[in-house]
């Protein structure tokens, strides 16, 4: 029985690691300063009605790893499956998907909702960089949903779970990073 909770929350990870990673790459980027040509705010400095759009923490580089990211993990997933490697965990059949679109789809979700969520923040007057609580932790996995929706049917059994233990994980990842000096703050 814990067994099966256990194999149930892998597989739920497994599924989001697209999005997971995805997630974390802009921080790696920046951290480790990869493309510096994309590191342009895709706002373009621009502001409305005196507050920025996005502000400087969203750029096309987080943007741009994002999405290679999540491409690069399923196209891993799909070859894992092929290999049966990891079957215990597979919640959906990488064979029927594109993964190319798939793995797109992810990543333009996961950053898209992480976009989608800055533009709200600014508009509250949430300044770059500070937190916004709950809707920091689950922008990403609903972007991640909602883009991928077209592609795999996903059921309320996977979905409200997968928000649950995203919004029970961030906190302990996010204290990983902090403590690595990956992320400049712990949340
Ligand atoms: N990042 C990026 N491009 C993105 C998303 C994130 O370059 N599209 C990088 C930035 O260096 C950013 C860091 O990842 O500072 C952390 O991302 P996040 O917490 O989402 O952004 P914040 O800086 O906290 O900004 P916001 O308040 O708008 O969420
Ligand atoms: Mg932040």
Same mark, same amino acid.
């Given at each position: 029985?814990?067994?099966?909770?256990?194999?149930?929350?892998? *597989?739920i990870?497994?599924?989001?690691?697209?999005a997971?990673?995805? $997630?974390?790459?802009?921080?790696? *980027? +920046?951290?480790?300063?990869?493309?510096?040509?994309?590191?342009?705010p895709?706002?373009?400095?621009? +502001?409305? $009605?005196?507050?920025?759009?996005?502000?400087?923490g969203?750029?096309?580089?987080?943007?741009?790893?994002?999405?290679?990211?999540?491409?690069? %993990?399923?196209?891993? +997933?799909?070859?894992?499956?092929?290999?049966?490697f990891?079957e215990?965990?597979?919640?959906?059949?990488?064979?029927?998907?594109?993964?190319?679109?798939?793995g797109?789809? *992810?990543?333009?979700? *996961?950053?898209?909702?992480?976009?989608?969520?800055?533009?709200?923040?600014?508009?509250?007057?949430?300044?770059?960089?500070?937190?916004?609580?709950?809707?920091?932790?689950?922008?990403?996995?609903?972007?991640?949903f909602?883009?991928t929706?077209?592609q795999? +049917?996903?059921?309320? %059994?996977?979905?409200?779970?997968?928000?649950i233990?995203?919004?029970?994980?961030?906190?302990?990842?996010?204290i990983i990073?902090?403590?690595?000096?990956?992320?400049?703050?712990?949340?």
């Amino acid at each position: 029985m814990t067994n099966e909770y256990l194999i149930f929350f892998a *597989a739920i990870i497994y599924t989001l690691l697209p999005a997971y990673l995805a $997630n974390m790459a802009p921080v790696l *980027a +920046q951290k480790l300063e990869v493309l510096p040509f994309l590191k342009k705010p895709i706002d373009g400095g621009h +502001q409305l $009605n005196g507050k920025d759009i996005l502000g400087p923490g969203k750029t096309w580089r987080g943007l741009v790893v994002g999405v290679f990211v999540s491409t690069a %993990v399923v196209f891993l +997933q799909s070859i894992f499956q092929y290999f049966h490697f990891l079957e215990e965990i597979r919640l959906i059949d990488y064979f029927s998907l594109n993964w190319l679109l798939f793995g797109i789809l *992810a990543g333009l979700g *996961a950053l898209g909702g992480d976009i989608a969520k800055s533009f709200a923040k600014r508009r509250i007057n949430i300044n770059s960089g500070d937190a916004w609580p709950v809707f920091d932790q689950l922008d990403f996995v609903l972007g991640f949903f909602l883009l991928t929706y077209t592609q795999v +049917q996903w059921t309320e %059994v996977i979905f409200w779970p997968a928000l649950i233990i995203t919004l029970a994980g961030h906190p302990i990842t996010n204290i990983i990073g902090y403590y690595f000096k990956i992320k400049k703050v712990w949340w």
